[in-house]
């Protein structure tokens, strides 16, 4: 009851407040269905309660907020909807149809105790809002950016955002990593929320430091599994999306779910529905590479063989003809030397047998000439013997008169005959004086006369003038 | 020639190669030469298939550097 103070009525906090617990249970007396925005849903494990944060906006401006109430069994009850019809959980920011009733509580104020959630209402909402985010990136003309980029050859250098203990991730590093054909990848994992409401900040994040290096990359793999599917409207997310769309290099994405795609594998250059169907996918692009150049290197040694063969027939079969036709070449020739010879043979005979008859001839007319020359020769030389003959003696004739006038003429010249005529000859010393200068006086002289000798001195001496 | 191809340029150059001597484009003179360059773009293939150039650790380097200009 309330005091009197003088003219003031006080009361207590407890009485206004239960005043207004009677006013508000009096005047709300049923349930109603509300529609609001789940700010924040506030779940407190420890005690399983919820606490959401009801808002609602226009144009992104907050005009009313309420606070509520689920408790724990309403709580699990709503989730267990929620996660079959939307799947995906009570989370914040979602959009809700919700049964409420009014409560008052003396400490905790007013609030709105939520009772029912309609996960329908809610599906459509997120629907509505992948809509939303489709017909944005169409408006913008990036809906298709990403799937138009071209994927390289070998996508061998991979940016992974996954979480690092998923068992998608898990999946998808055994597959590439133990593939039987050797076949090597490159990768990195950036590590990321893929569900709930913090993984659309989270995957940005990462594709931001992926996007600072992205030349060390030839795709992002989005790689998320064993989470069933639960909590994917992150991935209709319009932020997310656009960074996606717009991102330098191919995105792929290994999302892991049965229900309906989302836009981001909508928009993304490739959607493997599993992170083991996206491993297979990148397997059969190294196979698209791989299988090709094994089949050329086997083309090519096939061919190349075929080729050489035929070659090698080719040249066995020019050798074959060319020597035939050399064979044939040299028997003709041989032939033809066969016919020379002959001709030779006989040409060599027919000359030598004219020639023999001509050295005959020849032989006999040498015969006959030298006949003739001897005859002619025997009767010149008996000529000529004769007519020496004859000169001889008439020389000797000659000569024998000669020598007879000579013989003659030296008899008259002997000292005997000489000395016989009245000479003499005068000696000194044993030798003849032919000059009077050899002579002096008292010299005794010898005198050889004819028919002796005289022995006298020089009286004296007189020189014969010179005539 | 391009002695140095990328992969994608050496899996490009090899498929014309085979494909001229499929067509019997090639000569026996030139078979050699050809054979040879094939096998030259057939390893440079085979060795992309098997082994990456990439370093991790200059990669995450790279990308602390970034990250501190920021």
């Known amino acids: 009851m309330p005091e009197i103070a003088g003219d003031k009525k006080i009361y207590s ?12 249970s009096k005047r709300y007396t049923s349930a109603f269905w509300v529609k609001a925005e789940m700010n924040k849903l ?21 005009i009313a907020q309420v606070k509520s109430t689920l408790w724990k069994d309403d709580y699990i009850r709503i989730n267990n909807n929620f996660l079959h019809i939307l799947k995906a959980p009570l989370s914040d920011g979602i959009s809700m149809l919700f049964c409420a009733r009014i409560t008052f509580d003396a400490i905790h104020g007013l609030a709105l105790r939520i009772t029912d959630i309609d996960p ?81 900040d989270s995957i940005i994040f990462q594709l931001e430091r992926i996007r600072k290096i992205v030349n060390h990359f030839d795709v992002v793999a989005i790689i998320r599994g064993g989470g069933g599917d639960v909590g994917l409207s992150c991935f209709n997310n319009y932020r997310l999306s656009r960074q ?37 996918y990148l397997l059969q692009k190294f196979h698209n590479f791989s299988v090709p150049v094994q089949k050329a290197e086997e083309k090519l040694i096939d061919k190349v063989k075929r080729i050489l063969t035929e070659e090698r ?111 003499s000859i005068t000696l000194i010393n044993g030798k003849a004086i032919t000059h009077v200068r050899e002579v002096k006086n008292s010299d005794t002289l010898e005198t050889i006369l004819a028919e002796g000798t005289l022995f006298s001195e020089v009286k004296s001496i007189k020189n014969q003038d010179p005539l | 020639m391009n002695d140095s191809p990328t992969y994608s340029e050496a899996f490009d150059e090899l498929q014309q190669i085979v494909s001229e001597i499929e067509e019997g484009q090639i000569s026996v003179d030139e078979l050699s030469e050809k054979v040879k360059r094939a096998a030259m773009l057939i390893s440079i293939c085979k060795s992309k298939l098997s082994s990456t150039e990439e370093d991790v650790n200059k990669i995450l380097k790279d990308l602390e550097g970034e990250s501190d200009d920021h």
């Open chain 1, 42 to 62: 506030n779940f407190y494990p420890h005690s399983g309660h919820c606490y959401p944060d009801l808002v609602e906006k226009l144009d992104g401006k907050v």
């Open chain 1, 244 to 280: 996606i769309a717009l991102f330098p290099i191919p995105v792929l994405t290994g999302i892991g779910h049965a229900t309906n795609e989302t836009v981001v594998e909508m928009i993304a250059h490739k959607n493997a529905i599993t992170p083991t169907e996206l491993a297979d």
């Open chain 1, 313 to 423: 027939l080719r040249v066995q079969n020019t050798a074959k003809y060319f020597r035939s036709v050399t064979e044939n070449i040299v028997m003709r020739s041989h032939h033809e030397i066969q016919q020379r010879v002959r001709e030779l043979f006989q040409q060599s005979n027919f000359l030598l047998l004219n020639e023999k008859k001509a050295c005959a001839s020849s032989v006999y007319k040498i015969r006959s000439g030298t006949l003739t020359f001897c005859n002619t020769s025997r009767q010149d030389i008996k000529q000529f013997a004769f007519s020496l003959r004859k000169d001889l003696q008439s020389i000797l004739k000659q000569e024998n008169s000669q020598m007879d006038h000579i013989i003659r003429s030296i008899a008259n010249m002997h000292p005997e005959n000489v000395l016989k005529r009245g000479y």
């Open chain 1, 120 to 200: 329908v209402f809610s599906l459509g909402e997120l629907e509505r809002e992948k809509q939303e985010t489709v017909s944005k990136l169409q408006q913008e003309g990036i809906f298709m950016q990403n799937k138009l980029l071209k994927l390289p050859m070998l996508p061998q250098r991979m940016a992974i955002i996954s979480v690092q203990t998923s068992k998608g991730y898990a999946d998808f590093l055994k597959i590439i990593g133990g593939n039987p054909w050797g076949y090597k990848f490159f990768h990195i994992l950036f590590p990321s929320l893929l569900q709930g409401d913090n993984a659309v």
């Open chain 1, 13 to 24: 906090l407890l009485e206004v407040a239960q005043s207004i617990q009677k006013t508000l």
